[in-house]
């Protein structure tokens, strides 16, 4: 109980802080709508691929810009401050469920402006919701566990970068094949491999973070 007590006191410091700064939300929020804005511009009608394909790049850089910074903008008095008062698992935990609402959110409002803006066909919408679900959810689980090992490097940009593209390739393999499934309003049955698989990446990537964490919150 003690665990879960933490977990939501940090989750509603996280919360609480970007309610008041509101800076991530709103430069991601920037991010995305600028960004289909240019690609409205450069391509004007796309087919159901391109559709796909430029969706997904776009949440991906979206995800690295918002979950990049998770630790990197901590400060050392305020990671000495957290190493008091609450387990590293709790600390863990509370930057992936934070990072999964906020990438979420923004997951919602991209596909709503993308789909505004660019003609879709999606034959499956409650299937392409699912994708993109499970989508935010890896990419904040992915990312927030790198993010937590390129703070302990100098070169934190570069470090992210290099650890997360074996990582992130595979995820980004089946989500588009999911969400092509699903634009395409394939049957549901066909998809569950690519559902499952994706569930297991994240729930191996959560038991990675909690095991590995304790010990680079020590360092």
């Known amino acids: 109980m003690k665990l879960f007590a933490q977990i939501k006191h940090l989750l509603y410091k996280e919360i609480l802080l970007e309610w008041r700064s509101k ?10 709508v600028s960004t289909v804005f240019v690609c409205y511009l450069s391509f004007r009608s796309t087919p159901p691929l391109v559709w796909n394909a430029l969706f997904w790049i776009i949440l991906l850089f979206a995800a690295i810009n918002a979950i990049a910074k998770s630790f990197m903008q901590e400060s ?27 990438m979420t959110l923004m997951s919602a409002v991209a596909l709503v402006v993308y789909s505004i803006v660019f003609q879709n066909n999606v034959g499956d919408w409650l299937l392409y919701a699912l994708a993109v679900l499970i989508g935010a959810i890896s990419f904040s689980s992915v990312f927030t566990m790198i993010s937590a090992i390129a703070s302990k490097a100098n070169n934190n940009g570069t470090l992210m970068a290099i650890l997360s593209f074996p990582v992130i390739i595979p995820v980004i393999i089946l989500i588009i094949k999911l ?20 569930t297991a990446i994240n729930f191996i990537v959560v038991t990675v973070s909690l095991l590995l964490f304790p010990y680079l919150w020590r360092d």
């Open 76 to 102: 050392k008095g305020r990671l000495l401050y957290y190493y008091q008062i609450a387990s590293p698992q709790a600390i863990i935990i509370a930057k992936i469920i934070y990072n999964a609402l906020l």
């Open 23 to 32: 800076y991530a939300f709103n430069g991601i929020l920037l991010y995305v």
């Open 179 to 198: 969400s092509k499934n699903a634009m395409d309003g394939l049957d549901r049955s066909v998809s569950w491999d690519e559902i499952g698989v994706l």
